[in-house]
């Protein structure tokens, strides 16, 4: 089992940055990767970004390219995603997820999410 522990969300205004860190622990190993999805009130959970072990393959979605950018940690089990120009369309509930590539297999592992609101 793997556990994640998400942290730095909050209220800001459009415009502001924020950003998120993910802790795991547990059973880690050089497969795991790690990413981030969102969950609007309404609305389906959707992905965000990800980031492999190594720390030199990540993709986005296509709303946040350019804004947001995920990295890893000297910590290797330590993911941060850094959001910039925020508008109110970003504000949902913030997952971090780890598995084998979150980009394109539903992670097996969760945190418990990170409420980011942004107003305008």
């Known amino acids: 089992q793997v556990q994640l522990a998400e942290s730095g969300g909050g209220s800001v205004q459009a415009g502001d940055s924020l950003r998120l860190s993910c802790a795991a622990s547990?059973?880690?190993?050089?497969?795991?990767?790690m990413g981030w999805f969102r969950q609007a009130p309404g609305k389906e959970r959707e992905f965000v970004a990800s980031?492999?072990?190594?720390?030199?393959?990540?993709k986005y979605a296509d709303s946040v390219k350019g804004r947001f950018t995920i990295s890893r940690h000297s910590a290797k089990p330590t993911v941060s995603l850094q959001m910039s120009s925020l508008k109110p369309d970003d504000t949902a509930v913030y997952l971090c997820?780890?598995?084998?590539?979150?980009?394109?297999?539903?992670?097996?592992?969760w945190g418990q999410g990170t409420q980011v609101t942004v107003s305008s």
């Open positions: 997820a780890a598995g084998r590539d979150p980009a394109v297999s539903w992670p097996p592992y």
């Open positions: 547990g059973r880690i190993d050089s497969r795991l990767g």
């Open positions: 980031i492999n072990w190594s720390g030199n393959r990540t």
